[in-house]
């Protein structure tokens, strides 16, 4: 079942903060998050796993509530280079990543 | 070290033609998973393969099929074409089926259906 991303789209500000959420209604092993900018290939930004501590890439940080079953993708003091849209994946056990709808960060200057 | 390659990058068809999408993966990776992605959507799941086995199918129509070759580079076949099959389709490699696994994307075969 797909997870259920919000919100859809955000515009932002350099320097200001944002967070995706990522909400599934199974139970989930771990969490996955992708950026893709226009014409370009999705690329991994990292993996949350139950049980798991929070990560980092840069200056992007993500957190999984296990008893929620949901995860937030946190851009801290955003810049030009984080627009694109964020997807998030999930894993419910020896099962196809299952992705979201996405959600379109628009960062302008 | 080389990407995952998808070819080709543009195509165009008429409906009820048929089209062959390929993927070579990342060399040493020998799982293959097939994605369709349309505005709104996000990325909808069609097939995994490893080892030249399929693994895993979406819920999509039998037109809808896949095989993966020895040498792990992968193909997808759409039969029939719809207007609504008009998509970005994404192929992603990793190195073996077991979880967590991190998946490395191709830049995709945008399809148009006219």
């Known amino acids: 079942q797909q997870p259920v991303q919000s919100p859809q789209a955000v515009i932002l500000r350099e320097g200001e903060d944002a967070v995706i959420n990522c909400s599934s209604s199974?139970?989930?092993?771990?969490v996955h998050w992708y950026r893709q900018k226009h014409g370009e290939a999705p690329v991994f930004l990292m993996i949350l796993l139950k049980g798991g501590e929070q990560m980092r890439h840069e200056k992007i940080s993500a957190s999984f509530n296990e008893k929620k079953q949901q995860s937030s993708l946190y851009l801290t003091a955003s810049q030009l280079s984080y627009s694109g849209t964020y997807f998030c994946g999930t894993e419910t056990g020896n099962t196809p990543l299952v992705f979201g709808k996405g959600t379109r960060l628009s960062v302008i200057a | 070290k080389a990407g995952v390659t998808q070819t080709p990058r543009y195509l165009i068809k008429t409906r009820g033609q048929q089209v062959t999408l390929s993927c070579s993966p990342i060399?040493?990776?020998?799982?293959v998973s097939w994605y369709q992605q349309t505005p709104g959507q996000g990325l909808q799941f069609l097939f995994e393969?490893?080892?030249?086995?399929?693994?895993n199918k979406g819920n999509f129509p039998g037109r809808f099929s896949g095989r993966q070759f020895s040498n792990s580079r992968s193909e997808m076949n759409v039969s029939t074409l719809e207007l609504g099959d008009s998509a970005l389709y994404l192929c992603?490699?990793?190195?073996?089926?077991?979880?967590?696994?991190?998946?490395?994307f191709g830049e995709g075969s945008r399809l148009t259906v006219l």
């Open positions: 992603a490699s990793s190195q073996g089926t077991t979880f967590p696994r991190e998946l490395f």
């Open positions: 393969y490893f080892s030249e086995t399929q693994r």
């Open positions: 199974k139970a989930l092993y771990s």
């Open positions: 060399s040493g990776h020998r799982s």
